[in-house]
């Protein structure tokens, strides 16, 4: 860590003022959002490097720990590094606005949910979110992602595959009562008027946006 550098709560980063008790089950929430992170909290063309310096790896472990009681070391250094230096603070912030002013929750749509839930939820903590992160849509193999990428019709079916994986996650739980997706992807046709697209951030008006599609009454979800 660089000599002089900000503590993690002087970077804005950390629990919520007005947060929330632990995460319930995903069977007792009654609204969620749909996240993606890369294009959304994380800028795709964002890079960070790692340190190999022993001592500033230890003193960087050593007050994340100060700050969240969490022992990041035993995770890759590149994805501790990556959420601490790489999320947006203002897209972090407005989807902080999301989930307080609509009563949400998280499910993580995005392909970091190949990630262990533990892991994902104490990476989620580094800003604050890991008290409203409740679950994952169907995870896939990641290796197939990377086949389907590589070719422009298998990326087409990859914006498809997530659409379904919304819409069968809202099969499969009753409870939810409105949801938003938010991505940089296309996900429309399938989610109409319950979907945000970013591009690279997260914004002030798209949040509002997120809120007022999220506390509309009688709003009907997808059926077979």
Known sequence: MKKGRASPEKLGRGPALGGRSPAPSPES?????????????????????????????????????????VDYSVYSQMDVMTVYHLWDKESVANLLHILNSSGAYIVLSSSWRIFPMGKMRDLFKIHGLDKYYVDNTMREDF??????????????????????????????????????????????????????????????????????????????IPSE
């Open 29 to 69: 929430v009654s609204k969620v959002v749909f996240l993606d992170i890369d294009g959304v909290l994380q800028p795709d063309n964002a890079r960070i490097r790692v340190t190999e310096e022993k001592k500033r790896l230890k003193d960087f472990y050593k007050s994340l720990y100060k700050s969240f009681q």
């Open 143 to 220: 290796r197939l992602i990377e086949q389907l990428r590589a070719d422009e019709e298998g990326y087409k079916s990859f914006y498809v595959d997530r659409v379904i994986e919304i819409l069968e996650y809202l099969k499969n739980h009753p409870n939810i009562e409105n949801y938003v997706a938010i991505d940089d992807m296309n996900l429309i046709p399938g989610l109409e008027n319950h979907f945000i697209r970013a591009s690279q951030s997260l914004t002030r008006t798209q949040a509002e946006e997120a809120v007022e599609i999220l506390n509309r009454e009688n709003d009907p």
